[in-house]
Every structure is written in structure tokens, then in C-alpha cells.
């Protein structure tokens, strides 16, 4: 697959009928730190595990909040990432300025689509080298979109994205048909379960990881270290093994209800200053 | 120009209150419009003039510190704002937002701030402030009351009221209460925005409605 003679251009095609330079950026997508999206009928949980390249730096921020009711979780070159971002909160902010309403989801990802095909078919740029999975919720209820380089973009009930996705997805395959009607928190603890999947041994704590949620009545916002922590400890009490076994029956209806340890008192914003 | 807007700041509380009458010539459009707006945690702006410009004006605002929380994920302070205010007022130079604004909240220390602004962008951080049809009723009668703050005062001294809270709510109702028997684009209620330490509060006062 690598190294041949139609990959050097973007907007040369192979005698197969490929881009390869798009195939490329979409490997870069698998290299990144993985990510996490799950939803339900009403919410939206986003998950992604903190690489930092070094003990002494701190990790990438791979999860930013576009509008109140959409965030996004990214996986591949991080500056492409931020770079996107930019450009939907933009888009957010403008469309909220003309029509005094929230961008619905299913457009917001569209748009960030079409701006991605333009780089597949221009000889002077190249393509985003970032996987987005983007979170929202609008008038038709809870989306969970994912974004390729390719300009591609797909719904899913859950999906990651990243290295050692397979793992996740294998365990999001296992448990998504139960997502629609989950309720808020089995969807968060379903997030650590499927991201402790790709962290494959290494110790799964609330600085590894990155969840933030969105939802009915609720904004997009990431959690704070110590609620995550605290979620950790309460739902690795269970068990260590996949939860196969546990009779997680889903909480009547997904309605929205607060859990008492998130809202409200992040006591120290600035504890580890070099977090998000 | 219709509509009245004040503004007073405290040591620790600001006070900002407009009328919600909307007007054109003689007649009343509404009884009912609030001219106020929250633009961040410690931020309000009360504007008098053409509601139009007003509205948008508040649009871009809101827009703009929307853009700041997501470069420096925090709010954008009064005195900040007040700069914003009136580089968005000055962009429009030449052909101004119709707009006659006083922008009050908190500072960064926790005490009362109040800006006034002309309609493209000159403005000043002052103890209190009165813009729109009624300002010339109620500005000489706060001049009186409130002569520390007083921007005609020399040497320049503190720009806050030393009154408590509720003795510059009672002075703005005062202010209302009179600038409506006189002016005829002022009446209908008193909308006042009190910021201070625990937040926000609004109250409301009825006028004469004739």
C-alpha cells in the first residue's frame, strides 16, 4: 500500500481509483491518541485519552467545546484539530447571530465535510490530518457524527477513533444496542469502559483521560479531574474483568438527571495548571 | 432619541437601570421592552437611542465575548468589555451605530465600574452616568446628589458613590420617578440591574404611563 508512484499529489488519482494521499491522512487519524463518542436518546459523552509526549510536558487538549450544545473530540494532528475547531465555533457563533437559534448538528457536520473535500481536490493544500467525532444535540434529539479526512461523514450510535480503537469498538459493539436508553451516568461509565479498552493495561486515572458531556438541559462541558476521578474509583469497584457480566439494566428513560458529584463545585479550576 | 438609561457605581455594587418605554414621535410603540443587557458575568450595558442599532449592537457583543471564552476560557472583565464597546462603536464611524450606551458592572478588584459612551465610541470610566431623552433631567439632579464621583470635580477624586446599595436604588427610582413627569419618552416601569459579589438582581418599579 505504501511508496508507489500515485501518492506524491493529492489530486492524482491511482490506476485502482484511489487518492492516496487521503488514505495517508486517514492513517494519521490511527496514530493519534484514541478517542470516544457514545449517545443516547438525550445525551452525549465524549471521551479521549491525555498523550502527553513527555513526563514533563502536558497533554494535548483534544476535546473542545464548539457551542453550548456541540463539542468535539479529536484524534490525528492536533493543530489541524484546533484549526477546525476554530472554524466551527465560528460557524456556530454566526449562524446563532442570523437566525437566533442553535446550528443544528446534521449541518454543522456537513459544512466541516465539504470543507474537508475541498483539500482532497485542490494541488496547493493537502488534506485535514484529523479524525473529529462530534457531538451534539439539537431539535432532533442527541448526534454523534464522525468526520474523515476524506470529506466523509457518518452517524453512529458510538464509534472511536484512534490507536487501539479496535478495542473500544469491539467493547461499543458489545454494549451499544443499550445506549439509546441509557441513562447519563451508566453512558459516562460506558466511556471509561470502552476507553480503559484502549489504554490495554496502563492505569486507567483522571489524568489518562478526558470526558466531557452533553446534553437536555445540560451544556457542553468537560468534567473536572475530580469528578472523573471520583466516577473512576466508583465504577472500578465493580470489577476489573469486561463487564459481561454485570447487570447493568438502564435506568428508566434517558431524562437528564444532574448527578449530585458533577454539578456544580469544581472546587480548584487551576489545580494541575498544565491540564485543560 | 428615546428611552432613558442610568448607571451608578458603588464601592462593592453597581446599579444600572433604563425605562421600557418604546417610543417613535408621540406615540408609544411599547410598555414592555427591556433596553438592558447582560453581556458577561460582571457586565451590563443599558442603551438609549434607535433600537435597531441597539439590538445589533448587543448581537455583536454577545458574539464577540462568546469569541473571547473560547480563546481565553475565562469571561471578559467590565473594563475590557468597556474597551470592546467602544472599538465596535469606532469600527462604524461613518455610519454610526445609533446607539447612546452606559456599560456598568464589576472591576477586576470587585468595585463598581460605570463606562458612558457617545454614539461612535468616546467614552470614560465615571462614578454615574445618565444617557438618552431623559438624561439632561436626571444628570444635573445626580451631579447634586452624588458630588464625589463627580467627573466636574478638581482634583479628580474616587469614582464611586460612597452610598450604600439600597440608598442608590432608592436614588435611581427617585431619578426615574421625575425624569418621567417631565420627559414624555420616559414612563411606563423602571427596570433596575443591581450587580454586586453574589450576583445579579433585577427589580422593577412602575411609572406613569402617560
Known sequence: MFRNQYDTDVTTWSPAGRLFQVEYAMEAVKQGSAAIGLRSKTHVV??????????LSSHQKKIFKVDDHIGVSIAGLTADGRVLSRYMRNECINYSYTYESPLPVGRLVVQLADKAQVCTQ??????????????????????????????????????????????????????????????????????????RETLQGE??????????????????????????????????????????DEATVPDQGGVAEPGPADQGTPTDQGVTPMDV | MCRTC?????????????????????SILTRDYSKIIQLADKSVMASSGFQADVRALQKVLAARHLIYQHQHNKQMSCPAMAQLLSNTLYYKRFFPYYAFNVLGGLDSEGKGCVFTY?????????????????????????????????????????????????????????????????????????????LNASGI???YMELRKD
Request: hydrophobic content about 35%; some cysteine; overall charge negative.
Open chain 2, 118 to 194: 457617545d454614539a461612535v465610541g468616546s467614552y470614560e470610566r465615571v462614578g454615574y452616568s445618565a444617557q438618552g431623552s431623559g438624561s439632561t433631567l436626571i444628570t444635573p439632579f445626580l451631579d447634586n446628589q452624588l458630588k464625589s464621583p463627580s467627573p466636574l470635580l478638581l482634583p479628580a477624586k474616587d469614582a464611586v458613590t460612597p452610598l450604600s446599595e439600597s440608598e442608590a436604588i432608592d436614588l435611581v427610582k427617585t431619578c426615574f420617578a421625575s425624569a418621567t413627569e417631565r420627559d414624555i419618552y420616559t414612563g411606563d416601569k423602571l427596570e433596575i440591574l443591581v
Open chain 1, 46 to 55: 465524549l471521551a479521549c485519552v491525555n498523550k502527553a509526549s513527555s513526563e
Open chain 2, 201 to 203: 438582581r433585577r427589580e
Open chain 2, 6 to 26: 442610568v448607571a451608578i457605581a458603588g464601592a462593592d455594587y453597581c446599579v444600572i437601570a433604563a425605562d421600557t418605554r418604546m417610543s417613535t414621535g408621540y
Open chain 1, 122 to 195: 485542490r494541488s496547493w493544500k493537502r488534506p485535514y490530518g484529523v479524525g473529529l467525532l462530534v457531538g451534539g444535540l439539537d431539535e432532533s434529539g442527541a448526534h454523534l457524527y464522525y468526520n474523515c479526512p476524506s470529506g466523509n461523514y457518518f452517524e453512529y450510535q458510538a464509534f472511536a477513533i484512534g490507536s487501539r480503537s479496535q478495542a473500544a469498538k469491539t467493547y461499543l459493539e458489545r454494549k451499544f444496542e443499550g445506549f439509546t436508553e441509557s441513562s447519563r451516568e451508566n453512558l459516562i461509565k460506558d466511556a471509561l469502559f470502552a476507553l
Open chain 1, 203 to 244: 492505569k486507567l486515572t483522571s489524568s489518562t483521560c478526558t470526558i466531557a458531556v452533553v446534553g437536555v438541559g445540560e451544556a457542553f462541558h468537560i468534567l473536572d479531574q475530580e469528578t472523573v476521578q471520583s466516577l473512576i474509583n466508583e465504577f472500578e469497584i465493580v470489577g476489573e474483568e469486561p463487564p459481561a
